[in-house]
């Protein structure tokens, strides 16, 4: 059976829609501080235009990932799980402080790690041969 015509495991389809998932909501957490600067929230604006694109490059980076995993590619494993596990102590710090969002980013952490890991997602980007 040709690459093309095998199966998408759930797996793969799991990473890509999570990756999908998460540069969404980077997007619009883009967009939330655009608006909140914008009104006069932010203390510097060099501050500002950092934090802002630095949440758009994340972003972008977690979309083309999404993307070369939808097709594929092998090359984008790799720097996914990286992702993922970089935003394992982000969500534990987080938790030190009792915020919600660190029960989120550490269980969207662990859960790219999961997938991303998985026999079959590794198969089907073509990583080891069934």
């Known amino acids: 059976m040709s690459e093309a015509n095998r199966p998408t495991p759930v797996t793969l389809?799991?990473?890509?829609?999570?990756?999908?998932?998460?540069?969404?909501?980077?997007?619009?957490?883009?967009?939330?501080?655009?608006?909140?600067?914008?009104?006069g929230g932010a203390t510097s604006q060099q501050g500002a235009i950092g934090v802002i694109g630095y949440v758009l490059m994340l972003g972008a980076a977690f979309g083309l990932l999404s993307w070369a995993l939808h097709g594929r590619r092998a090359w984008a494993r790799?720097?996914?799980?990286?992702?993922?596990?970089?935003?394992?102590?982000?969500?534990?710090?987080?938790?030190?402080?009792?915020?919600?969002?660190g029960v989120a980013a550490v269980a969207l952490s662990l859960a790219g790690c999961v997938v991303l890991l998985a026999p079959g997602t590794r198969l089907a980007v073509g990583r080891e041969q069934a």
Not at 93 to 100: D, E, G, V
């Open 78 to 101: 790799g720097p996914a799980i990286v992702l993922h596990m970089l935003m394992l102590p982000f969500g534990v710090a987080l938790l030190s402080n009792r915020n919600l969002l």
């Open 13 to 39: 389809r799991l990473a890509v829609w999570l990756l999908a998932g998460e540069a969404a909501v980077l997007g619009a957490l883009a967009l939330l501080l655009v608006i909140s600067d914008l009104r």
